[in-house]
């Protein structure tokens, strides 16, 4: 954790007063009341393709959802190329994976983290038929049964351009946030990961538009 924080991959801890931390703080607001008539417990954090900043921004949101007293759980949900254990400085295992397969009970698989009110449930260990899995009974089962532990649940997931993996998992969350990089994604690209969230009929409650 403190790696993460001197390289300022946590900004929200480096420099919380920065200009930067207060666009998290925004940001965690219009979740909050993004919708009068539904809360928003469980939120996917996606993107249409890799490196646009998902992780990174999930990461200082989480700090900021703990540093306001709601009990937070970071899932690393990207199960081909996870990221979450990295910028928190934890163990990848047991995660997510061991979850999925049966090796393990959820609540053996999440660890605090260095910010009181902060869990994370790392990825895992790697597995087969990883979109199939998330999109199953027993996903399901555990993020309901989280709903009654947490405040608030964030998921980073994998790139919707990529894989089924983010598109399926969506369908279960109460909201989805897209992540676009500024002058990385075409117009067009971002458009069609919205279409694939529209046929799960996710809901997209908000589009960070990253390195504007």
Same mark, same amino acid.
Request: aromatic share 2%.
């Given at each position: ?15 919380? &007063? ?13 979740? @909050?009341?993004?919708?009068?008539? !539904?809360?928003?417990?469980? #939120?996917?954090?996606? *993107?249409?393709?890799?490196?646009? %900043?998902?992780?990174? $921004? +999930? ?7 703990? +540093?306001? =007293? ?24 047991? =995660? +997510? ?5 049966? @090796?393990?009970?959820?609540? !053996?698989?999440? !660890? ?16 087969? *038929?990883?979109?199939?899995?998330? %999109? *199953? ?5 555990? +993020?309901? =049964? $989280? ?19 983010? @598109? ?5 969350? &109460? %909201?989805?946030?897209? #992540? ?10 971002? $458009? !069609?990961?919205?279409?694939?969230? &529209? ?14």
């Amino acid at each position: 954790m403190l790696d993460a924080i001197r390289k300022h991959k946590l900004a929200a801890l480096a420099n919380p &007063d920065s200009s930067r931390v207060e666009m998290f703080r925004m940001l965690r607001t219009h979740i @909050q009341f993004a919708d009068a008539n !539904q809360d928003h417990q469980i #939120v996917a954090v996606t *993107s249409a393709k890799p490196k646009e %900043g998902k992780s990174t $921004l +999930l990461g200082n949101l989480a700090v900021m959802f703990a +540093l306001s =007293g709601k009990r937070t759980l970071a899932i690393d949900a990207n199960l081909r190329r996870p990221a979450l254990h990295r910028l928190f400085s934890l163990a990848n295992h047991p =995660g +997510l994976g061991e979850v999925l397969t049966g @090796q393990c009970a959820v609540e !053996q698989a999440i !660890q605090p983290t260095m910010v009181a009110h902060l869990h994370l449930l790392a990825a895992g260990s790697p597995i087969s *038929s990883p979109a199939e899995r998330l %999109g *199953s009974e027993r996903m399901l089962e555990a +993020l309901e =049964g $989280l709903r009654s532990r947490y405040d608030c649940v964030l998921i980073d997931t994998s790139c919707m351009l990529e894989v089924t993996d983010s @598109q399926l998992l969506s369908a279960f969350c &109460d %909201g989805v946030v897209m #992540v676009v990089r500024s002058g990385k994604v075409r117009k067009r690209e971002a $458009l !069609q990961a919205m279409d694939k969230l &529209d046929r799960v009929r996710a809901k997209v409650i908000g589009v960070v538009l990253n390195r504007a």
